[in-house]
């Protein structure tokens, strides 16, 4: 079992950044591909972000390429969302995810066996 818990959320304008973090307990983190995804009221569940076991791969929705980040601290058994030049589009409550049965997950939720809580995001305009 592998436990996550994100934070970092808020209220932010329209132009501005924020970090998520996500810690992980319980099995060997590194082990874990890692996701982050949002959903937005009325709205499916959308993927954001990929890594894989040892950061060096990544992968990102369009929407969100050249403005997000996503990395990783093994050491720390964390992993991160760095998000700039925030939109209102952006709204959402962000999930992190983990997947422990190949290096990397992708971009289905399907291919995850570990949720968040989520943590709440709202970009002002």
């Known amino acids: 079992q592998v436990q996550l818990v994100e934070s970092g959320g808020g209220l932010v304008q329209a132009g501005g950044s924020l970090r998520l973090s996500c810690e992980a307990s319980?099995?060997?983190?590194?082990?874990?591909?890692m996701g982050w995804f949002r959903q937005a009221p009325g709205l499916e569940r959308e993927f954001v972000a990929a890594?894989?076991?040892?950061?060096?791969?990544?992968d990102y929705v369009d929407s969100v390429k050249g403005r997000f980040t996503i990395s990783r601290d093994n050491a720390k058994n964390t992993v991160y969302l760095q998000m700039n030049s925030l939109k209102p589009e952006d709204t959402a409550v962000y999930y992190c995810?983990?997947?422990?049965?190949?290096?990397?997950?992708?971009?289905?939720?399907?291919?995850?066996?570990?949720w968040g809580q989520g943590t709440q995001v709202t970009v002002s305009s």
């Open positions: 890594i894989s076991w040892s950061g060096g791969s990544t």
């Open positions: 319980g099995r060997t983190f590194r082990q874990y591909a």
């Open positions: 995810a983990a997947q422990g049965s190949s290096y990397y997950g992708g971009n289905d939720p399907r291919n995850y066996d570990y």
